[in-house]
């Protein structure tokens, strides 16, 4: 994380004239450096990938998201604006975050969502905080500029009149080398171009996007370690149930929850996938050989496919009784008479 270390002097900036739209200027991939450091503005850096795909999210349907690789729970909006079931409505309000000023507080705005009636801007939880700045660079989307955030899990973007984003965000985190200070100097994130640096807390106003969960303070810089499949499909009958499969998740420390998905092939009739164990169940019905590829998905990426196959056979029909011998016609006059000139012999011996 490349944090700035130098004061960031900033002017206020008009309100006037704002406007609310999805970033018309997004770039990815992104630029690099930001368009702010040279002149001209440097071309589209293709090595830049996407750090918080749509896929590094859990959509909770109720204004929040959960950051698969950290656990931390986002408001989707910025303070000041409304989810209404799609989108941020309404205006992002300013805040400055140092207690000895007499404008609006952060800290205030924070204890105001945490009492809000259940349902109100507190989304029915009252533990939201003010993110320390590892926990909001976690959600910088490095792979693009202008904003440098997901837009479609944090959807609307406060721009002026003039195509400027308001990108800065306060985080918790005060630098301890400027305790005693005359000013108190904060670290910030824009979200605009990019990086984190320090701002006069009791300066310009700035925005602010509440957090939930999570353990705080934590780096979040480590990477995820993306899933590794194994495993061999046994074989089935049809019309009996199939003993199942779950590919095998490797490795150990792999970062979790983690999807799953068939990419390729096809499940034999009858069987079904469970997305959220990778586990193949049910019941086939039609014999054959059935080649499939399964992938798994976390916040570090997807899985190489793992090729399995599902051999399905016909039921074995029921062995045939074993047939009683028969004797021909012949053959048993011939056993009755050998029977009864034995019981005449034995006769004879008796009487004489």
């Keep these: 994380m490349n944090v700035i270390r130098n004061v960031v002097a900033l002017s206020l900036i008009a309100l006037t004239g704002l406007a609310h739209a999805q970033a018309p200027g997004q770039m990815c991939p992104s630029v690099n450096p930001s368009p702010y450091q040279g002149n001209p503005n440097p071309v589209a850096d293709p090595t830049y990938a996407l750090t918080t795909p749509d896929s590094a999210f859990s959509d909770n349907g109720d204004g929040t998201v959960t950051h698969l690789?950290?656990?931390?729970?986002?408001k989707r909006c910025p303070e000041g604006m409304t989810w209404d079931g799609k989108t941020c409505t309404g205006l992002a309000g300013r805040f400055v975050w140092d207690q000895k000023s007499p404008e609006m507080v952060v800290f205030d705005q924070v204890d105001k969502v945490n009492a809000g009636a259940p349902g109100t801007q507190n989304l029915g939880y009252t533990d939201w905080r003010l993110p320390n700045i590892k926990e909001l660079d976690s959600i910088v989307e490095w792979g693009c500029d202008k904003p440098k955030i997901n837009?479609?899990?944090?959807?609307?973007?406060?721009?002026?009149t003039n195509g400027t984003g308001y990108g800065y965000f306060w985080s918790s985190t005060h630098t301890p080398q400027l305790e005693g200070a005359t000013l108190d100097y904060v670290l910030s994130m824009n979200f605009d171009s990019g990086p984190d640096g320090y701002r006069n807390g009791t300066g310009a106003p700035t925005y602010a996007r509440?957090?939930?969960?999570?353990?705080?303070?934590?780096?979040?810089?480590?990477?995820?370690?993306?899933?590794?499949?194994?495993?061999?499909?046994?074989?089935?009958?049809?019309?009996?149930?199939y003993v199942g499969f779950t590919p095998t998740t490797g490795p150990n420390n792999v970062t979790l929850p983690v999807t799953y998905a068939i990419t390729g092939g096809a499940l034999p009739p009858g069987l079904v996938f469970d997305p959220k164990t990778g586990a193949i169940t049910g019941t086939p019905t039609k014999a054959g050989i059935y080649p499939l590829q399964i992938v798994a998905t976390n916040a570090g990426g997807i899985?190489?496919?793992?090729?399995?196959?599902?051999?399905?056979?016909a039921p074995q029909p029921p062995a045939a009784p074993t047939p009683v011998p028969t004797l021909a016609e012949g053959a048993l006059w011939s056993l009755i008479a050998l029977l009864g000139g034995l019981g005449m012999r034995a006769r004879r011996k008796k009487n004489g």
């Design 69 to 74: 690789l950290t656990g931390l729970i986002w």
């Design 151 to 160: 837009i479609t899990q944090f959807p609307l973007w406060q721009w002026n």
């Design 210 to 241: 509440l957090v939930r969960g999570g353990p705080t303070l934590q780096n979040f810089d480590a990477l995820a370690i993306p899933p590794v499949l194994s495993g061999v499909a046994p074989a089935g009958v049809v019309g009996t149930t």
């Design 303 to 313: 899985s190489p496919p793992l090729s399995i196959t599902i051999v399905v056979t």
